[in-house]
């Protein structure tokens, strides 16, 4: 990554008075996506549904767990899931999730937020995620990072990724904190899903995605991310490259 390619990423969008990172938690911050597909892939088997490969639990990221069950059901059945198929179908899919053995923290992924904090910038979680073992762990694998009242999770939002509304409440969130008035424009989003850097362009957060999964890097920049890592390692190794033009 150049220095000319992010200048002309910040040309595009308009400048960025960075005060607050907003990361995602699935595949940025731990290395979960593989258990999530998996545990999708063997649910939908599981209840009859035929066609759903591991690579489609990827695109579906970021989704609850009920908009991606009567997707596939609207597509193999023709009908959406009733809604005790669907708490059936999901309670499945977790319980082989928690069986999976422990995500890891992604590589690069501490260091990039011990980065973030130190440069004065304030990072925060913004995750569709209700995974309460995850969730649990932020602060063993994480110390010293993250405020509780800087979290958005499952239990804050209604409608989830790819709408706007988990980056919108995450911003308000920081104004209600922090106090005083703040834009889009004083924030970024990093994302690895598809449907996660929609919700935050949607947002009007400039949005760097890492594309620590299978899916093309098409698949993250036709939804409108600004800027594109290959992991978390390399943003983190680019941090001290991007502050400055994020701060002026
Ligand atoms: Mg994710």
Redesign the pocket.
């Known amino acids: 990554m150049t220095n000319e390619q992010i200048l002309q990423a910040l040309h595009a969008y308009g400048p960025v008075h960075l005060k607050a990172v907003m990361f995602?938690?699935?595949?940025?911050l731990y290395d979960s996506?593989k258990n999530h597909a998996v545990s999708w892939h063997e649910t939908m088997l599981h209840f009859g549904f035929k066609n759903f490969p591991l690579e489609e639990a990827y695109m579906h990221?970021?989704r609850t767990g009920a908009g991606t069950i009567n997707i596939v059901s609207q597509r193999e059945r023709g009908h959406d899931a009733t809604p005790e198929e669907v708490a059936e179908i999901y309670a499945y899919k977790a319980e082989l999730f928690n069986r999976c053995p422990k995500a890891e923290p992604m590589q690069g992924a501490y260091e990039l937020l011990q980065k973030v904090k130190a440069s004065g910038i304030t990072p925060m979680i913004v995750?569709g995620s209700g995974q309460k073992t995850l969730l649990g762990r932020l602060n063993t694998h994480f110390p010293d990072i993250f405020r509780p009242e800087l979290m958005v999770t499952a239990f804050d939002v209604k409608m989830g990724k790819p709408n706007p509304e988990p980056y919108l409440m995450g911003m308000q969130k920081y104004a209600r904190y922090q106090g005083g008035t703040f834009s889009p424009s004083n924030f970024i989003v990093v994302?690895?899903?598809p449907l996660?850097v929609q919700a935050a362009v949607a947002a009007g957060v400039f949005t760097i995605a890492v594309n620590t999964g299978p899916l093309p890097d098409e698949a993250l920049l036709s939804q409108g991310a600004n800027l594109l890592f290959p992991s978390m390692q390399s943003l983190c190794d680019h941090w001290e490259q991007l502050l400055p033009l994020f701060t002026q």
Request: charged share 30%; hydrophobic share 30%.
């Open positions: 995602d938690m699935d595949g940025v996506m990221e970021g995750t994302e690895n899903a996660g």
